[in-house]
């Protein structure tokens, strides 16, 4: 695949260790920079205090915790994101539903297609 000619920081939250490292392998063979992956919301809000976060996929259940407190902080930011969940988008806050919804675990084509939506509004 050819190296974009932008290199965008991505955030990567998710506690399953593997998902997190196929989600990185993924990003990074699109020529993009991985911040993270945190596996918990104090991790991750240090994550985009300490770095710039072009976009973001954030896995809402983080063990004994949600990512939504990471997602209020990034959409405060208007840093585009989407979650990636099991869960049915009845399953979570009317807040959140503005955001996109992926299957987990994430297929290469859908996360590649979100990825290509989320930082079109950036290019």
């Known amino acids: ?7 965008f920081n991505i955030l990567v939250v998710e506690d399953e260790w593997l998902i997190a490292m196929d989600m990185q392998m993924m990003i990074e063979d699109q020529g993009h920079r991985v911040i993270g992956p945190a596996n918990n919301v104090a991790t991750a809000l240090e994550l985009i205090e300490n770095d710039e976060v072009d976009a973001a996929f954030l896995d809402i259940n983080l063990g004994s915790e949600t990512s939504f407190p990471i997602a209020e902080k990034l959409a405060a930011s208007a840093v585009p994101l989407a979650f990636i969940s099991a869960y049915a988008k009845n399953e979570i806050p009317q807040q959140f539903h503005q955001f996109v919804l992926l299957p987990k675990p994430i297929t290469p084509h ?14």
Do not use: A, F, V
């Not at 695949?1 to 290199?7: G, K, L, Q, V």
């Not at 859908?110 to 290019?123: D, F, H, V």
């Open 110 to 123: 859908l996360l590649t297609r979100q990825l290509g939506k989320m930082l079109g509004k950036k290019m």
């Open 1 to 7: 695949m050819p190296r974009p000619e932008t290199i």
